[in-house]
């Protein structure tokens, strides 16, 4: 008696695997993405990973103009621009290519020691000048005039007129040699670095100045600049002579410290009646030709 033959069974595990092939031509699936891991690595890039390192200036464009025979090469920023009192304080620099020092960065992304230690290096090495822009032109001119103003008397002021001029921001300055407005050129280019150093130094020094005249606004800590400290002073004490007069928050304090010097703006639009007088006793010929 034959014995009935054992069917082979095929373990599960090999059946579906074949099962699992995806078909020739289908797209292939992506691999899934590890979403525990994707706002460390954000967050490792915001504070400063390898990801998100920060380059510092330059001398490279400077060097470009050198090799075209086009020198002297200055570089402009000002300082002040935000703050509700004090001036607008540019400087220019021609840095020394032979003598540049070690560590020239935008002026914010230095402490105030390594700030003051750069512009004493940068005056010693390279020619320097200052210009400032007085609380009245400001109030005068406005904001943007007054520091393009300072700007352009910082770059005529320079000891030998450059023939090239780098400025941070986006307005040229009108100068007789070559100007180049460069978005965000304090943190590009090393001349622009070099004047950012020295317009802030220049400043905080100044309006360390005025706190000795001004005392209880702080001016030595915030450097004139809207932050709570000073806002509260101005609500306590008013505004001083220092203050720029069309700023918001120093016309809101003028308004309660010093009504009388506030003139109200007329409204243009305002409807004002004219009484108008007509004398009924003139007889009007109808037929009169006019």
Not at 7 to 34: C, E, F, H, V, W
Not at 245 to 261: D, G
Not at 264 to 290: G, H, K, M, W, Y
Request: charge should be positive.
């Amino acid at each position: 008696m034959r014995r009935p033959r054992r069917l082979r069974t095929i373990p599960a595990m090999i059946r579906d695997q074949s099962a699992k092939k995806p078909a020739k031509g289908a797209p292939k699936k992506a691999a899934p993405s590890n979403k525990k891991t994707a706002p460390k690595k954000l967050a490792k890039a915001l504070a400063g990973g390898k990801s998100a390192t920060i380059v510092p200036p330059s001398f490279r464009r400077e060097r470009a103009l050198i090799k075209c025979g086009i020198w002297p090469v200055a570089g402009c920023d000002e300082a002040g621009r935000g703050p509700l009192a004090g001036p607008v304080v540019a400087a220019a620099v021609i840095l020394d290519p032979d003598r540049i020092p070690r560590g020239i960065d935008d002026s914010k992304r230095l402490t105030p020691e390594a700030r003051e230690k750069l512009f004493d290096k940068i005056c010693a090495t390279a020619q320097v000048s200052v210009a400032v822009a007085s609380r009245s032109r400001i109030d005068r001119d406005n904001i943007l005039r007054a520091s393009l103003w300072a700007l352009k008397r910082a770059v005529v002021a320079l000891p030998e007129q450059p023939r090239h001029v780098f400025v941070d921001g986006r307005d040229r300055l009108d100068t007789e040699c070559d100007c180049e407005a460069v978005i965000g050129g304090d943190g590009i280019v090393l001349s622009i670095a070099a004047a950012s150093i020295v317009a802030k130094v220049t400043r905080d020094r100044l309006m360390c100045a005025l706190a000795q005249d001004c005392p209880g606004y702080g001016f030595e800590q915030h450097k004139g600049y809207a932050v709570p400290e000073h806002l509260d002073a101005l609500n306590r004490l008013g505004p001083t002579v220092h203050h720029r007069s069309f700023f918001a928050p120093v016309v809101a304090a003028r308004a309660k410290h010093m009504p009388w010097t506030v003139v109200p703006a007329q409204d243009l639009f305002a409807v004002t009646e004219i009484e108008v007088q007509v004398d009924t006793s003139l007889e009007v010929d109808a037929s009169a030709n006019l």
